[in-house]
Nanobody, 113 residues
């Protein structure tokens, strides 16, 4: 398993921005794909965005146009730039590989008005 350390969560007002970071313990270019997930209270975890080894990117419809996934292979870090945040974005955000590993603790994002 690759160790993943997630950071960057916090509290932000509606319309604000945050950037989440996920640093891996191995070269991320060797991983088939990586993605960001989130889980709101009393809801199931959902895929927010993912990027494949080849650079193919997908987004959930709910975040398309507002979130941007990127990676820095040299730093073994995956990012999620979140802009135009909405209260519905409030959730614990997780980083994981594909195929998925056991879930880490994630980072809390809270969007208030």
């Amino acid at each position: 398993q690759v160790q993943l350390v997630v950071s960057g969560g916090g509290v932000v007002q509606t319309g604000g921005s945050l950037r989440l970071s996920c640093t891996a313990s191995k070269n991320i270019f060797t991983i088939n794909a990586m993605g960001w997930f989130r889980q709101a209270p009393d809801k199931q975890r959902e895929l927010v965005s993912m990027i494949t080894k080849s650079g193919k990117i997908t987004y959930a419809d709910s975040v398309k146009g507002r979130f941007t996934i990127s990676r820095d292979n040299a730093e073994n870090t995956l990012y999620l730039q979140m802009s135009g945040l909405k209260p519905d974005d409030t959730a614990v955000y997780y980083c994981n590989t594909f195929p998925t590993q056991p879930w880490g603790q994630g980072t809390q994002v809270t969007v208030s008005s």
